[in-house]
């Protein structure tokens, strides 16, 4: 999980009461802070024996709980413990942010020109840079107008559910998947479904669990692609054939791209954003993880969509 979303979204975690208490809550350090509201229900065994939390914690607060008890136990001392809760690549030295990329930005600040207030959805050079980058694997031209800026991907998560959330409406997310969209999703009061990625194939999504799961009021589904949890390259095929159910179900995709290009294994990184003539796509990405850059918080929020059905919207009746 993204630092910054433990800043912007919290959840209660309710645990239950009858642990036994190896130190009082009052001395384990939560950062506690913001309450969203809405309730993640864990049960003991996701924590270590003979510890309590208090009832009203961030997530954050567990992980620290789990990290303490790592620490105390001696046996696992021996062990050393990596994170794969965050993916932040500029905490390995292997792993540097460009020269050319810091001096820019550094010659931007000391130019003194971009201290003003930029529009809201991004400076016109930024939008046609990031139109630019992506039109380079596309069979099509974006424009500077599909473009939106957000402040890193986790924003345009948040703008792509805020936008789709309709009183009744549902979203498909994929199982294991990225929590944020949960999250995103019960604030704004969108019903989520969730469709299984399937292990022993690759964690390809199951599209028969997919086209079970929608009904007249989902509005999109999400891929994650290249894949968080799951490591999932899919190939150009499998795109293809998502992109045909989503059409048939009359659903929009949101390509999860924040680690677009960095793919390992026999499939080149495909985006989805190819198949957006069989159906509209919103792609969603960051200078995150390709540039090692996560602190910048610089992120982008795509229509690909050269049929141009955004542009032509049908207000569709939900059923109560
Ligand atoms: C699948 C996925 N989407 C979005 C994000 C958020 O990206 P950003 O750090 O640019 O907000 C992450 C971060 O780990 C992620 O794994």
Not at 33 to 42: D, E, F, I, V
Not at 116 to 142: F, K, N, W
Not at 148 to 165: E, H, P, R, Y
Not at 205 to 218: C, F, I, K, S
């Amino acid at each position: 999980m993204h630092p910054s979303s433990c800043v912007v979204l919290k959840c209660q975690v309710k645990l239950p009461p009858t642990c036994n208490c190896a130190k009082p809550p009052s001395t384990i350090p939560f950062p506690r802070s913001l309450s969203l509201g809405c309730s993640l229900t864990t049960t003991s065994q996701f924590l270590p024996k003979a510890m309590e939390a208090p009832a009203n914690i961030t997530i954050k607060g567990i992980l620290s709980l789990l990290m303490q008890s790592i620490d105390d136990d001696d046996d696992m001392k021996k062990k050393s413990v990596i994170s794969l809760g965050m993916g932040d690549p500029s905490a390995y030295s292997c792993f540097q942010a460009p020269p050319v990329a810091s001096h820019a930005v550094a010659e931007a600040l000391h130019s003194h020109r971009f201290n003003g207030y930029s529009p809201t959805v991004g400076l016109p050079q930024t939008r046609r840079a990031i139109a630019e980058y992506l039109s380079g694997d596309l069979p099509y031209d974006l424009s500077s107008d599909d473009v939106f800026v957000t402040s890193g991907c986790t924003q345009a998560i948040d703008v792509a559910l805020a936008m789709l959330a309709r009183p009744g409406s549902n979203i498909l997310l994929p199982r294991p998947g990225f929590p944020i969209y949960e999250l995103c999703a019960a604030f704004r009061g969108l019903e989520v479904r969730h469709f299984d990625l399937l292990p022993q194939n690759g964690w390809k999504v199951d599209l028969a669990g997919v086209e079970a799961l929608a009904d007249q009021n989902t509005v999109a589904m999400v891929v994650i692609n290249p894949g968080n949890p799951c490591g999932n390259v899919y190939s150009y095929q499998h795109l293809k054939e998502i992109a045909e159910t989503a059409e048939r179900l009359k659903i929009l995709v949101i390509a999860d791209e924040v680690y677009g290009h960095l793919a390992f294994g026999r499939n080149p990184f495909v985006p989805m954003g190819v198949f957006g003539s069989t159906v509209p796509v919103l792609t969603l990405g960051s200078l995150s993880k390709r540039w090692i850059v996560p602190g910048w918080r610089l992120g982008w929020f795509v229509t690909c969509d050269p049929s141009g059905s955004f542009r032509k919207p049908k207000v569709s009746y939900l059923a109560p």
